[in-house]
């Protein structure tokens, strides 16, 4: 079946540093969401991805989606502490009901 | 936040007893899952629910059972609880499913199973 992997697992980065964290997917992928979940809390959606080679931004996260929509990736520029968390992909197939998540990548900032 | 809550948030229970776990909304949406959260497993999807009475298994099914009579209510049963069921579990909540909206999540529910 389809799988995402996501890497890093964990990435720990001084603040003011960058960070990126990517998901893979061994097959073509309908669409793909972000969430970010803080240290003790639940995961809140971040935004979506639709379309070939898109590339969104808000603020300092730029978030993009492969040509192939096989790949996607979150980049934060210039991290802070209030970026601290563990930040997921998710998907779901072409007709599917279910809303698939990878492993997520923590993400710890040292001031 | 979205009108979703989870009950309990923290419970505490004994091998073999039966478990329910309740997710209700105030959204009226029509997809409803249920996660567990491990370490370094991140999110795996129970079960799922596309309508009243409408559901299916996800990822890690096994020795769970869920109910939706109602369309804000989604119910995770366990049947017999065993140590490795304990997780914080989540309930979330999506208006389109398939067509990916986001889906919002509850604030979890953390089951210790001793």
């Known amino acids: 079946g389809q799988q995402v992997m996501q890497i890093p697992q964990y990435q720990h980065v001084q603040e003011g540093e960058d960070f990126t964290t990517y998901c893979n997917s061994s097959?073509?992928?309908?669409?793909i969401q972000w969430y970010k979940q803080r240290p003790g809390g639940h995961p809140v959606f971040l935004i979506q991805l639709v379309k070939s080679g898109e590339v969104k931004k808000q603020k300092r996260l730029t978030f993009q989606f492969g040509e192939a929509k096989k790949n996607s990736s979150l980049h934060i520029t210039a991290t802070q502490t209030t970026d601290v968390g563990t930040y997921f992909c998710a998907y779901s197939g072409a007709g599917s009901y279910q809303l698939t998540f990878g492993k997520g990548t923590k993400l710890s900032v040292i001031p | 936040d979205a009108g979703i809550t989870q009950s309990p948030r923290h419970k505490v229970t004994e091998t073999g007893t039966p478990v329910t776990l309740r997710c209700h909304q105030t959204e009226n949406h029509r997809y409803m899952y249920w996660y567990r959260q491990d370490p370094g497993h991140g999110l795996r999807l129970i079960h799922y629910s596309y309508g009243v009475k409408d559901t299916d298994k996800g990822e890690v099914s096994d020795g769970y059972s869920v109910s939706r009579s109602k369309t804000e209510d989604f119910l995770l049963t366990l049947e017999s609880a065993t140590s490795s069921q304990t997780s914080v579990y989540f309930c979330?909540?999506?208006?389109?499913?398939?067509?990916?909206?986001?889906?919002?999540f509850g604030q979890g529910t953390r089951l210790t199973v001793v």
């Open positions: 979330a909540i999506s208006e389109t499913g398939h067509l990916n909206t986001e889906a919002f």
């Open positions: 097959t073509t992928l309908s669409n």
